[in-house]
């Protein structure tokens, strides 16, 4: 009986695919073999949203992050059409969303930086307009060490002074378009230090000269200190200049032109 | 006394366990010997070559070359190793040897596979240059539980011990080996190299590495290149890297050097190009770096340390604003 269900389930699923015509989904059994994926997928999605697996959303990250502190992400989820949001999370993070985006006008991608308590998957949700979920992600584990220990971190008080400068530079990519890069001064507090409050950014948005909106970043606790952002802006919606706003839970604001 | 077992009380059975478990706790401590070799490689002048490997289980950290010099004043160790046990077995090592004490033990610098062997040997004869102290009172502590963490119970019952003796750059006598102490940096913020002029053998520490990569944690690039265009003038007839093999010249000095020049234009180019870091991770090593040793890591490693700083570089050419 059993055996006959597992059958049907997988000749339903198997049908499923090939009407949307994504042979690469994979609806069961996480791929990163989490044994925190069944509360993920309770916790992160609403019980009767569609979660499918999908190598088609690439989550990029050193299989051993050097520092935990500051460990490179990125996620492309450009192999989809009609992406509407992206939320990653880390399942063994001890806050588990990291950051959420909407690519409003962007390339349905971010590169960005986190922290990471522990060696886990970091995972991309990406939902389309069909208001199916689809994942892609990756393990990274964190060590250190010795001569391969992180570099010194600079606890300077310099940020107060700072808080919420934007250094951003922009390039024109060879595949057309343009590639932003922005650094934003903010500590990223996650308040699990004991007597420090979090303190994070907790919203960002790109928009063009005139105003329309080409990004909308969520961050969480885990992203890294002073984040670096890089997204890319396809040619059609490239702009002469850029504008980045943005806020922190504490209510601080931050405005920024990106120009060339 | 076939049925010896069933007339055992518990308490004995226990007693037995706990002695079998004792055994096998001795057996793993035996089983942890470095197996050190000192090889010759001047007058009164001993190598012991570490594995051109990353810090392991297997390995116990000993990843590192120490040496030492025997003078008719005492011995001269220079580098004591990643652990207690190490330390001890350098020891022992150098008793089978000599039966002159050992008078100096020299850091060459405050990573921990140099110096968590001090703690077996006398306190009063331990020595750095003052940065490298300085380095080990703030950092060695957290240096030391990496190391358990990276070399498990190979680190059982090591502990920092930062030098009491700050050593200043210039010449040293020391029963009749004529020492010139070389005080640099790049590697770390103090880098000690130490050049026998009776012999011709210049201990380099980490400033240079041989047919194995560079590791950079705390490296200034510019710095360390300066340093090592200083190595480049001294002359001497044997080099002792940090890591890697003993050299007959100063090849070991150009590869270190070339090695950290392209790893320097990489990441500036990357920064300039706008290249997120997950790209840059991925860039193909240099053809002719794919021989050294754990090179693809040691890449990697040096990337997280070194690229936000370039990125901020590249990042501070164009606009800021608040
Ligand atoms: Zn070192």
Redesign the pocket.
């Known amino acids: 009986m059993k055996m006959f269900r597992t059958l049907a389930a997988l000749a339903m699923l198997l049908a499923g695919n090939l009407a949307l015509g994504a042979p690469k989904a994979k609806p069961a059994g996480d791929p990163l073999d989490s044994p925190r994926w069944t509360d993920m997928r309770k916790e992160m999605f609403p019980a009767k949203a569609r979660v499918v697996f999908d190598d088609r959303v690439k989550v990029t990250a050193p299989l051993t992050a050097e520092n935990p502190m500051n460990v490179p992400v990125s996620v492309d989820a450009s192999a989809l059409t009609d992406v509407r949001e992206v939320l990653v999370f880390a399942d063994f993070n001890p806050i588990v969303r990291i950051v959420r985006f909407e690519p409003q006008g962007a390339h349905p991608g971010l590169g960005f930086r986190i922290k990471l308590q522990q060696s886990t998957p970091v995972r991309a949700a990406v939902r389309t307009g069909d208001g199916t979920w689809r994942i892609g992600g990756t393990w990274v584990n964190t060590t250190g060490g010795?001569?391969t220990l992180p570099s010194a971190g600079s606890s300077s008080p310099e940020w107060q002074k700072r808080l919420g400068e934007v250094s951003s530079r922009v390039w024109e990519r060879k595949e057309g378009g343009e590639r932003i890069r922005l650094r934003v001064i903010h500590p990223i507090d996650t308040g699990l230090a004991p007597g420090i409050p979090a303190f994070f950014l907790q919203e960002l948005n790109l928009a063009d000269q005139t105003g329309r909106p080409l990004m909308h970043v969520e961050g969480y606790e885990p992203l890294a200190e002073n984040p670096v952002f890089t997204l890319d802006i396809p040619a059609e919606r490239a702009s002469a200049a850029y504008r980045v706003s943005g806020r922190d839970n504490n209510g601080n604001t931050l405005s920024a032109e990106v120009d060339k | 006394m076939k049925n010896a077992p069933a007339l055992l009380s518990h308490g004995t059975r226990s007693l037995i366990a706990l002695l079998a478990l004792g055994w096998t706790l001795l057996l793993g401590a035996a089983d942890q010997d470095y197996g050190l070799a000192p090889q010759p490689i001047a007058d009164n002048t001993w190598v012991l070559v570490g594995r051109s490997e990353d810090f392991s289980f297997t390995n116990g950290g000993n990843i590192v070359n120490a040496a030492f010099i025997v003078t008719r004043d005492g011995v001269v160790v220079i580098d004591s190793g990643p652990s207690l046990a190490y330390g001890q077995q350098l020891r022992r090592a150098i008793a089978r040897i000599t039966d002159q004490p050992v008078k100096w033990v020299i850091n060459t610098?405050h990573?921990p596979?140099?110096f968590l062997g001090n703690q077996a040997f006398d306190a009063a004869t331990l020595a750095a240059l003052p940065g490298t102290i300085k380095g080990i009172q703030s950092e060695g502590g957290a240096f030391n539980e990496n190391m358990f963490r990276l070399a498990g119970d190979w680190m059982a019952g090591t502990e920092p011990v930062a030098p009491g003796r700050a050593l200043a750059a210039g010449p040293l006598e020391i029963g009749g080996h004529h020492l010139e102490l070389i005080a640099l940096d790049g590697?770390?913020e103090a880098d000690l190299v130490i050049l026998d002029r009776t012999t011709g053998v210049l201990f380099a520490?980490?400033l240079v590495f041989h047919d194995r990569a560079p590791?950079t944690?705390?490296a200034d690039i510019a710095r360390w290149q300066a340093s090592l265009s200083q190595l480049g003038k001294l002359s001497f007839k044997t080099l002792v890297p940090?890591?890697g093999p003993v050299s007959a010249g100063p090849a070991p000095i150009r590869q270190t050097s070339a090695w950290l020049a392209w790893l320097d234009n990489t990441l500036r180019q990357a920064a300039d190009n706008g290249l997120d870091m997950t790209e840059v991770l991925a860039l193909p090593m240099a053809p002719e770096f794919r021989k050294l040793a754990i090179s693809q890591a040691e890449y990697h490693r040096s990337v997280g340390h070194l690229y936000p700083a370039y990125e901020l570089k590249a990042l501070s050419g164009g606009r800021r604003g608040k």
Do not use: I, K, M, S
């Open positions: 010795g001569c | 610098h990573h596979d140099h590697h770390t520490g980490d590791t944690p705390h940090g890591h």
